[in-house]
């Protein structure tokens, strides 16, 4: 019969079931169900990104956007870094799936970007203390691999530590339990536990040194037995300090025989318009037929807030002026490498979603074998990011 129809009538009739389609679920949505209202605060923040659209059951779209233009002695160049989807869906109010996806650089893969799964998991509370989650889970090593999201931080580059030795963003697979519990009347204590995949073989460079980010594990497939431990504490005694500490512990290598250890600690503290940063993180590699090799790093990181509803048009807005120092050192234990970063800038913020970032980075190296560190480059970035 559908043969017999003209094709605008097919049309038509295909935009009225559509339209009726959307009209139930707008329904469903006004009426309440599928709100979202009885979600857990977690550890990890996945549940407060601004999921902003709902379809039917309980079904969230969102993401983030950043661009920048970068600029040093040598390069001008505009790069579309970031753009990630989120897509939130509360199967039941006890069973929640949530993912991101990640395109950077434009996502042209042979052209030096990026497509990767960076979160997708499936969530099933038991108590606000015991959520089961299983999937590709953000590892809770630090605080800032948790809450990487460029609209979330004030500058633009991530801090040296969270590249160098948490390779951020840092996703495995793996599953494990976290929660949140309340100790006392303002305290609030949460923590995650994962069992992972864990890094692998490639963090070794073949010279002696270890480059962390250049091991992390596959998403897909184990290369040996054993899985890696990975957890974070968290404690907030007052509203406005924050204290984490986490661990990544593990065999790395084929043979279930060389161990990876990484701790991290961080802080938070926020006092009126001023904001303090920190975290550190401290490796120890397990290499067969030598020395064990320790690695760390850390930043610091103030920031001030000001000028707020200064801008005409824009109540709700901000300036922020931040100062990060941020060190890495490669080989502690053998004849030295460390690189260090400092970085200086300034933000606007016209509503809490949103960033326009100005801001310069001077990294210095010190290489292997010698005690001056080079000359260093200048970069300076000018961009924007924000939630959608």
Do not use: C
Request: proline content about 5%; charged content about 20%; hydrophobic content about 35%.
């Amino acid at each position: 019969m559908h043969n017999t129809l003209p094709r605008f009538l097919r049309g038509s009739l295909f935009t009225i079931l559509a339209l009726l389609l959307a009209t139930i679920a707008f329904a469903q949505g006004e009426s309440g169900e599928g709100s979202g209202e009885e979600r857990p605060a977690v550890p990890g923040g996945i549940y407060d990104k601004p999921y902003i659209e709902r379809f039917g059951r309980g079904t969230a779209i969102g993401g983030y956007l950043d661009m920048e233009l970068e600029i040093t002695e040598d390069k001008n160049t505009f790069d579309q870094h970031r753009m990630i989807p989120f897509i939130f869906s509360e199967i039941t109010p006890r069973i929640h799936f949530s993912t991101e996806i990640e395109f950077e650089h434009g996502g042209r893969v042979p052209g030096g970007g990026e497509i990767k799964l960076e979160f997708a998991a499936l969530d099933i509370t038991f108590a606000e203390w015991m959520v089961y989650r299983g999937g590709v889970v953000l590892a809770p090593l630090g605080k800032f691999n948790l809450v990487h999201d460029s609209p979330w931080n004030d500058f633009t580059t991530r801090p040296l530590v969270d590249q160098q030795l948490i390779p951020t963003t840092f996703s495995e697979s793996g599953m494990g339990f976290h929660g949140t519990i309340y100790p006392g009347e303002l305290s609030v204590l949460g923590y995650e536990v994962y069992l992972v995949n864990g890094f692998n073989e490639n963090i070794l460079t073949g010279n002696g040194s270890v480059r962390l980010d250049n091991g992390t594990g596959s998403l897909s497939s184990d290369n040996n037995k054993s899985k890696a431990l990975v957890s974070r504490v968290v404690y907030s005694p007052v509203l406005g300090m924050e204290f984490g500490a986490s661990i990544h512990t593990g065999m790395y290598d084929t043979d279930d025989e060389q161990r990876l250890t990484i701790g991290a600690l961080d802080a938070t503290i926020t006092r009126g318009r001023f904001e303090l940063l920190f975290e550190g993180a401290m490796a120890n590699v397990n290499r067969d037929g030598a020395e064990s090799l320790g690695q760390y790093g850390f930043y610091v990181q103030p920031n001030v807030h000001f000028g707020f509803g200064l801008v005409p048009g824009f109540p709700d807005s901000k300036f922020t002026a931040m100062a990060r120092a941020g060190l890495v050192e490669f080989n502690q234990d053998l004849d030295g490498e460390h690189t260090t970063r400092y970085t200086v800038g300034m933000n606007w913020r016209p509503v809490e979603e949103t960033a326009v970032k100005a801001e310069y980075v001077l990294q210095t190296h010190t290489p292997r074998g010698t005690t001056s560190a080079n000359d260093g480059q200048g970069t300076f970035y000018f961009g924007f990011a924000s939630y959608f």
